[in-house]
């Protein structure tokens, strides 16, 4: 088996991270390649153990200088956004963000992904629920699938710099 990591380059200041971030995670495709501001696509990260915390907040501290934009974060990664603050460096904004929703009348779970600004704003001190959304099958309300208070944490302290 090859490295479960992929790091895929879609611009200059743009890059899509997959797969499984662990104790074998290289970043320095990431790190070596320094630009002013770089979108981070954390779309399809599987999973991230603690080695991979550690690995990952390294690489951030290397890239300190560069304006960081995290976007499409997957569930596993908002996990680690709320639960380490590190993970988000200091010139970092967290731009989306996927969240389970789950329908109790099809009994089934979709997954969306929000946009800070616009479907849900930053900078509150508490997070009561996720914002309000809709079955795709029967059109009824969703229910958001994670404790709100603390898996939405994050966003307390992200700034609330963006219009509505
Ligand atoms: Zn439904």
Redesign the pocket.
């Known amino acids: 088996m090859t490295s479960e990591l992929s790091i895929k380059w879609k611009r200059d200041d743009y890059v899509s991270i997959a797969g499984i971030i662990d104790e074998n995670a290289n970043f320095s495709d990431l790190t070596n390649r320094k630009t002013d501001i770089l979108y981070i696509d954390l779309k399809d990260v599987a999973r991230i153990n603690s080695s991979g915390v550690r690995k990952w907040v390294n690489a951030i501290e290397m890239l300190k200088e560069v304006e960081l934009h995290y976007i499409n974060c997957a569930c596993s990664v908002v996990d680690q956004l709320s639960m380490v603050p590190e993970f988000i460096g200091r010139k970092c904004t967290v731009e989306s963000f996927d969240a389970e929703y789950a329908?109790?009348?099809?009994?089934?779970t979709q997954i969306f992904t929000l946009v800070v600004g616009y479907d849900i704003e930053p900078g509150l001190t508490k997070y009561l629920d996720g914002p309000e959304k809709f079955?795709?099958?029967?059109?009824?309300r969703?229910e958001f699938n994670h404790n709100p208070d603390s898996y939405l944490f994050f966003l307390s302290k992200l700034s609330k710099k963006r219009k509505k």
């Open positions: 329908c109790e009348t099809c009994n089934n079955c795709q099958k029967c059109k009824n969703l």
